[in-house]
């Protein structure tokens, strides 16, 4: 069974102009980071030029998609009826995509296969981690 999931994703980036751009990106989630997902874009969809990949947690995606949550860098919040708005805050600037609702919660429901909300902690290997920390730390 796969460690990951990869799911594309049309986000709409609002800007100034009347007409909201459409821009790809891919949510992903990984089994061995439980507590997290990521939404990455493209370089062509960048001011740099180059991939921007934003990590949060999946709590945050999930509960954004009843009400405003996030008070940091990533904010979730419902938009209508089909729609999910994502704000990420960086010193550039911040960018407001917005995201069918019913794409995050497909991307949610198959994350929930692979590890059930609640039981996250138990893909963890603190052995491994604690090894690793106490390796760099030398």
């Not at 949510?27 to 062509?44: E, G, K, N």
């Not at 690793?132 to 030398?138: G, S, T, V």
């Amino acid at each position: 069974m796969s460690t990951v999931i990869e799911q594309p994703v049309e986000a709409r980036l609002v800007a100034a102009a009347p007409r909201m751009q459409r821009i790809p990106a891919t949510l992903q989630y990984d089994r061995r980071d439980p507590f997290a997902v990521r939404m990455t874009f493209p370089a062509p969809a960048t001011l740099e030029g180059v991939d921007v990949c934003w990590t949060f947690s999946r709590d945050l995606l999930l509960a954004g998609l009843e009400e405003a949550q996030g008070d940091g860098d990533v904010r979730v919040r419902p938009y209508g009826y089909d729609r999910t708005v994502l704000e990420f805050h960086a010193p550039e600037g911040t960018a407001v995509v917005h995201i069918r609702s019913g794409e995050v919660r497909r991307f949610l429901r198959s994350t929930s296969e692979l590890v059930p909300l609640g039981l996250e902690h138990l893909q963890l290997d603190m052995d491994r981690d604690l090894a690793e920390l106490m390796r760099d730390a030398c």
